[in-house]
Every structure is written in C-alpha cells, then in structure tokens.
C-alpha cells in the first residue's frame, strides 16, 4: 500500500527546534515551500494545546509531510492522553493548497495504527460538525462510524465518531 503520509512528532525537542529557527528545519526537511508563518502557528498550537493537557508521546501533535516531496502538507494530533475509559481522540487537519489529495486520511490512518498498537486504548472516537463534509468522507474510510451528536464546550453540536478495538 503507498504510503499517504510521513508524520513528524511534535514532541518539546522539535517544537524549539522548529521555533528557534523554522527556516533551517524547513531547510533541513527539503520543504521550503512551506510558508514560516503557517509552521509556526502550527507548532505554537501544537506546544500550548500540550502544556495546558499534560500530553505525552505519543499522544502529541504531528506534522504530515508528503513521503515524496517532504513537503508539510497538514498536521494532526491526539487530543490528549487516552482517557480513564481508553479512549483517545484524534484531529487532523490539511493545509488548503493540499486538500484533496488524500493527506488527511493518510493522517487518520496513520493515527488510528499507533492508537491502536497500545493496549490501553479501547476506542478511538473524532467530531466533526453535523454534516456530510470531506471530514466525514475521511472517518468513513479509515473504519470509524457516527455514533451520534454530543455536545461539545467549543463547538456546540457535533457528530461523535468511534471506532473500537
């Protein structure tokens, strides 16, 4: 199977890393492409989301690069830490000049198949707004189904996606 997409860890080395100079590591990645503002909004995220949830690897935030050109294509993320019950949730989300092309379910899958390797989660669930989108298209080809909508702080009414071990 090809492989969609590479993912880079956002862990505490990359992310100062990446900030203390986003040039070099674009460099670096061969991925020059990449606007600097848009990786550093996507890091700073990624660093502050981590702190305020007490994230630890692997349940971070990820870069997706393109396996062929290097070039960051998206990112996604665990939304923190498998809870009590073993669920761990996932997000994701594909730069615009990249949508369609099949990033974000390189990402779900990619996310999925490391959730899945440790034996405390149980379930894998996402949200996503309460209509058919491309991010519906996506969790229905990696495996997860629409359980129902649920109440989210943020987002108010949000379809729930699960798919269990």
Sequence with gaps: MMKLVSLVMLDAEAIATILANPKQFLKDLNSEATPVDLLAQVVTQARDFQAAHGATAPWLGYLALDPYTSEIVGSCSYKGNPTP???????????????DCGYATGMAQDLLAEAFVHPEVNAVIAHTQPKVSASTRVLEKVGLQ????????????????????
């Design 85 to 99: 019950e073993g669920l761990v949730e996932i997000a994701y989300f594909t730069f615009p000049a990249h949508e």
């Design 146 to 165: 629409k359980t129902g909508t649920v109440e989210d702080p943020e987002d108010g009414p949000v379809w729930r996606w699960e798919l269990h071990r």
